[in-house]
C-alpha cells in the first residue's frame, strides 16, 4: 500500500538558518512526488514536484528538494529561512496508474527572528 | 491565487439544515476534486470529477453529494451533517485527473462548523 510519511509535527528554525522539512514514502513502482505549502486561512499552494531526472528539485520560494530512492525519501530544503516560510507544508506521492495523491500530515514549520 | 473561489468561506450550520459549497475554477482545468481537512491528519479524498463525470468516491457518507454541472463549475451538497464533518473543505483543480505528472491548484477552502 502507498504511504507518506512526515515524521516531525513540528519543526522550528531560527531566521537566516537552512531549515529541513522531512518525507518519506512507500509505494510498490515509481513515485511521483510533491511538496505544497499552506499558509494561515489559505488553500494549499503547489512548491515542487519530482518526476524523473535530476534528483535535486528547485521550486518556488527558493524552495528545493532532493529524491533519494534508497532511503525512499524526499526532503524538502531552503539554504536560508525566511520568517515568512512559516507555515503548513505538506508532502504527496502518487504512484504510476494509480492517480490519487496520497498525503502526509503535514509539517508545521516555525521560523523565528 | 485567484485561479480556484471557493464560497462561502465560513458556513455554520445546524445538523439539520441544508447547504451547499460552491467552487469555480478560472484555468481550463478538466479535472475537480473535494477534499477534507482535519487537523493534523492527511488531506481526505472526498470526490473528483473528470470531464464532468465523477471518477473517485473515496466511502463518503450520503450526507454529502457532489454536482458538477460542467468542467468550471464544483458543488457539495450537505444535508443532516455530524459535528465530526466539522472540517475545512477544500477544493482542487487539475489539468486532467489522468495526468500524473500535474499538480493540483487549490481554493481557499470552506470553514464548515456543525452546532
Known amino acids: 500500500a502507498q504511504s507518506v510519511a512526515q515524521p516531525e509535527d513540528q519543526v522550528n528554525v531560527a531566521e537566516g538558518n537552512p531549515l529541513t522539512v522531512k518525507c518519506t514514502y512507500s509505494?510498490?513502482?515509481?513515485?511521483?512526488l510533491f511538496w505544497y505549502v499552506q499558509y494561515p486561512n489559505r488553500g494549499l499552494q503547489f512548491l515542487l514536484k519530482?518526476?524523473?531526472?535530476d534528483n535535486l528539485v528547485k521550486g518556488s520560494y527558493g524552495f528545493e528538494a532532493e529524491f533519494n530512492k534508497s532511503q525512499t525519501s524526499f526532503h524538502l530544503k531552503k539554504p536560508s529561512a525566511l520568517v515568512s516560510d512559516s507555515a503548513l507544508y505538506f508532502c504527496?506521492?502518487?504512484?504510476?496508474?494509480?492517480?490519487?495523491?496520497?498525503w502526509g500530515a503535514g509539517t508545521k514549520l516555525i521560523i523565528k527572528p | 491565487e485567484t485561479g480556484v473561489t471557493q464560497t462561502p468561506r465560513h458556513l455554520v450550520m445546524g445538523m439539520t439544515n441544508k447547504k451547499s459549497l460552491k467552487c469555480e475554477q478560472h484555468?481550463?482545468?478538466?479535472?475537480m476534486y473535494w477534499y477534507k481537512q482535519s487537523a493534523k491528519k492527511p488531506l481526505e479524498l472526498m470526490f473528483v470529477?473528470?470531464?464532468?463525470?465523477?471518477?473517485e468516491n473515496n466511502s463518503v457518507p450520503s450526507r454529502f453529494s457532489p454536482e458538477c454541472p460542467n468542467s468550471s463549475h464544483l458543488f457539495l451538497h450537505l444535508h443532516t451533517l455530524q459535528p465530526e464533518d466539522s472540517a475545512l473543505y477544500l477544493c482542487?483543480?487539475?489539468?486532467?485527473?489522468?495526468?500524473?505528472?500535474?499538480?493540483?491548484?487549490f481554493g481557499d477552502g470552506t470553514r464548515l462548523s456543525i452546532l
Open positions: 509505494v510498490s513502482g515509481n513515485p511521483y
Open positions: 470529477y473528470n470531464f464532468k463525470e465523477q471518477t
Open positions: 482542487a483543480s487539475s489539468q486532467m485527473y489522468t495526468n500524473s505528472n500535474q499538480p493540483q491548484h
Open positions: 484555468l481550463g482545468h478538466n479535472a
Open positions: 519530482y518526476i524523473t531526472g
Open positions: 504527496a506521492v502518487r504512484e504510476g496508474s494509480n492517480y490519487q495523491l496520497i
